[in-house]
């Protein structure tokens, strides 16, 4: 089975902003799964809208990766596909929906974590590796 999700990317003092999930009781990147018929853009402005509390027009994204990753908290063997997305706008997001908390990580600060998500880890890496986090 394959999921198909968009991703928000904030990055502040070099480290990246992870949304606490109430339900997979993880951090993970803010976003989710893309309707039918919704791009990655407009799927990802909806989820910020509800997890974030956050207006967000597709003109204010720009497209960074796409990540396949095993999908945390689901059926074991789903696949996550991820489109990434930088946000062009400063933002000041408040924790909504289903989301616990809100926290800037790095890569190594995430791994301390009790609960990683694969796609969270390759993007941390990623970002790490292309020199936009520490």
């Known amino acids: 089975m394959t999921v198909h999700t968009a991703g928000l990317l904030v990055i502040q003092n070099r480290k990246l902003l992870l949304a606490f999930s109430n339900n997979k009781q ?3 990147l803010p976003g989710g799964k893309i309707d039918a018929g919704e791009s990655a853009a407009q799927a990802l402005c909806r989820e910020t809208a509800e997890e974030l509390n956050t207006l967000l ?3 204010d994204l720009q497209f960074y990766t796409h990540i396949s990753a095993p999908a945390y908290g689901e059926t074991a063997g789903t696949i ?3 489109e990434c ?3 062009t706008q400063p933002i000041s ?3 909504a929906a ?3 908390a809100l926290h800037y990580f ?3 600060t995430y791994l301390l ?3 990683t998500a694969p796609g969270a880890v390759m993007i941390l890496l990623q970002l790490k590796n292309d020199g936009y986090i520490d």
């Open 26 to 28: 993880c951090f993970y």
């Open 57 to 59: 027009a597709e003109t």
């Open 80 to 82: 996550m596909e991820q």
């Open 85 to 87: 997305f930088f946000v």
């Open 93 to 95: 997001p408040v924790a």
């Open 98 to 100: 289903e989301i616990g």
């Open 106 to 108: 790095t890569l190594e």
């Open 113 to 115: 974590q009790a609960n």
